[in-house]
């Protein structure tokens, strides 16, 4: 990538602890380092014995466990979180889980200001970045604030292990996602590059191996490393094209979050493809290969994931909806953003075919 020396780059404080085992044996001093007393533990009801492993480790400084995470923080969810919080009088949040758990701990720091401490189980990258996210009459909407960036990050490759393959691959290239849209985006520098490049080469080499060894602590490691790497690079730029399509089809269809992503991402890159091609150095680089969406979309395929949205169940009658409602709104993308476009990308996503 040649050098451009005109950007702006804002890193926000936030202490990482990386050992396998960590989720028991270092949150309670991650606790203690931020001087809280009380923290109530969430969690999604399929990663209870998880969190309450991490609860029983926090001893006398856990206020509770409220195991009710569900996908895209619906408001009820969140509502009924701050009051547990409240009543249960905690100084702060641990958030144990994949993105959906992080989200609703996300929630309560928004609305109380507590402190949040995440130990992510999954690769969507949530704790590295300020967005917090709430689903209100089947609408999502996002923001941005620095109170919900969690404080600490605890990532433990142990917990990583119990993730099916599937949700470990569609995760994995989910986080990809973030650092190829940051490649491109309007706010990225030669730093978001580094970050770019080393987690897409870290998540492609694992991915293969967790798919043939799903409790390989090393590929383990390797891809929590990449995920960390990837959700920085979402938490400090802004995303084009491809997250909002993937927003849109989640948030409005309830089309599942890591597979969406998953199968978008290639055509989305090959649209964007023309107007990047200093990312696309990048890519070629990391992916070892002349051709970035192909690459993916092959890596997908290979590893057993789903490669079209009518495999997600999306009907090809909502393909025109959905591209007015992406087109509508406006956006920074490398390629203009028209109808005509979007609704491309979204056809061949729906077939899914060679991008
Ligand atoms: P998720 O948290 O919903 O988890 C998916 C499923 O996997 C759940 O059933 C969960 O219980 C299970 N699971 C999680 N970890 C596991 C493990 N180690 N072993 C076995 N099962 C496990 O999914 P996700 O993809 O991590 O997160 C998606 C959500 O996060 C979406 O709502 C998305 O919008 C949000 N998100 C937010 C940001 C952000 O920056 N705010 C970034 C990425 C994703």
């Known amino acids: 990538m040649t050098f451009s020396g005109d950007f702006t780059y804002e890193s926000r404080p936030v202490r990482v602890v990386f050992r396998p ?5 270092a949150t ?17 009801s399929r990663g209870e014995t998880v969190a309450r492993a991490v609860a029983d480790a926090l ?14 923080v619906p408001v009820e969810d969140a509502d009924r979180a701050v009051a547990v919080a409240r009543t249960a009088g905690a100084d702060g949040v641990v958030a144990v889980g994949g993105g959906s758990s992080i989200g609703l701990g996300k929630a309560i720091a928004l609305r109380t200001g507590l402190p949040l401490i995440a130990v992510p189980s999954t690769y969507s990258g949530s704790e590295m970045t300020p967005v917090w996210g709430l689903t209100e009459g089947g609408a999502k909407r996002t923001g941005r604030d620095p109170k919900v960036q969690p404080r600490s990050v605890v990532y433990d490759p142990e917990l990583t292990r119990s993730l099916p393959v599937p949700l470990t691959v569609t995760s ?12 491109y985006a309007p706010d990225t520098s030669p730093l978001i590059a580094l970050m770019a490049e080393e987690g897409v080469r870290a998540m492609t080499e694992a991915l293969p191996r967790l798919a043939t060894d799903a409790a390989d602590v090393e590929a383990r490691g ?11 690079c979402l938490g400090s730029t802004t995303m084009g094209l491809h997250h909002k399509l993937c927003h849109a089809l989640g948030g ?19 649209h964007n493809a023309p107007a990047i091609p ?10 070892g290969t002349d051709d970035p969406p192909h690459a993916l979309w092959e890596l997908a395929g290979r590893l057993g994931a789903p490669r079209s949205l009518a495999e997600l169940g999306l009907r090809e009658t909502d393909l025109a909806e959905v591209a007015v409602q992406v087109a509508g709104q406006p956006y920074a993308n490398p390629r203009p953003v028209t109808a005509d476009g979007v609704r491309a990308v979204l056809q061949a996503a729906y077939a899914g075919r060679r991008p």
């Open 252 to 270: 409005t269809y309830g089309l599942p979050h890591a597979e969406t992503h998953t199968v978008v991402l290639p055509y989305a890159l090959a």
């Open 172 to 183: 994995g290239i989910n986080a990809l996602a973030h650092a190829v849209e940051a490649l």
């Open 59 to 72: 001893g006398d400084s856990c206020a509770g466990l409220h195991a009710e995470a569900r996908m895209h």
């Open 28 to 44: 309670p001093g991650e606790v203690e380092h931020l001087g809280l007393r009380r923290v109530l533990v969430v969690c999604g």
């Open 278 to 287: 200093k990312a696309l150095t990048v890519l070629k680089r990391a992916l």
């Open 222 to 232: 390797q891809a929590l490393y990449a995920a960390w790497l990837c959700g920085s």
């Open 21 to 25: 085992g960590a989720a028991v044996t």
